[in-house]
């Protein structure tokens, strides 16, 4: 990912205003391209009003963020392979069976796990600042992510009449918690950051990480009867 030129904020939220008015609603990546782009303008309103402790370094991680997703479109539309972690969610947006919901997890879970933590170290070596001083505004945006999240799962879910606590559905997207998710993220800030000055080191463990990720991509986005 080249990061020497990053867009803004508003360049990430038009472009991706443009990918939700070019893909049928139904499509997977539409799910999560939709719920990603409610998450960015929330980052967005708060970058001017005083929500964060270093605005620029957040319009910074923001952008870096965003491109990793961008970047896996692109490929996409390419012909070419995303990062590993980005591949069961393209591979499967239109499978029978797989509900909107689990869409919208597999693109979080990939996002967040495994390009969170890689943008926070771009952002951290542009910036020439360490893990430690992105901490408190780190977890701020994981307070929007958590609250975007909630929202999904209200709006996407059938109502408890329409699917028991036994549905298959309920055990998948159960196993699934941002909370985890984003803690799980900041230690692999941790981890790399500690592994910067061993590159191929860092190369394998960034390659692992990919391929673990999307492993749980793939799990959450088990198809199961339409009917």
Excluded: K
């Excluded at 370094?57 to 392979?81: H, K, P, S, T």
């Excluded at 307070?143 to 996407?156: G, N, P, S």
């Amino acid at each position: 990912m080249t990061t020497s030129q990053l867009p803004t904020v508003d360049q990430v939220i038009e472009r991706m205003a443009a990918l939700a008015a070019g893909l049928p609603p139904a499509d997977g990546v539409a799910v999560f391209n939709a719920m990603y782009l409610t998450v960015t303008r929330l980052v967005r309103e708060r970058l001017d009003a005083a929500f964060f402790d270093d605005p620029a370094a957040m319009a910074d991680l923001d952008a870096n963020f965003a491109l990793r997703y961008l970047d896996a479109v692109d490929a996409d539309r390419a012909g070419r392979r995303p990062e590993a972690c980005w591949r069961p969610l393209f591979d499967l947006r239109a499978t029978p069976g797989v509900h909107p919901l689990q869409y919208a997890l597999a693109g979080m879970n990939a996002h967040i796990e495994h390009d969170l933590p890689l943008a926070v170290l771009d952002t951290c070596r542009r910036l020439g600042r360490e893990p430690g001083q992105l901490a408190a505004d780190y977890h701020r945006i994981n307070d929007l992510l958590a609250r975007v999240e909630d929202q999904v799962r209200d709006a996407l879910l059938p109502g408890p009449d329409d699917l028991p606590v036994a549905d298959p559905l309920m055990h998948v997207i159960g196993v699934w918690s941002i909370d985890r998710a984003r803690d799980a993220a900041w230690a692999s800030v941790l981890a790399l950051w500690a592994l910067r000055r061993l590159p191929p080191a860092r190369a394998l463990v960034t390659e692992a990480l990919s391929g673990s990720v999307g492993m749980v991509s793939r799990a959450l986005l088990t198809p199961f009867d339409p009917h």
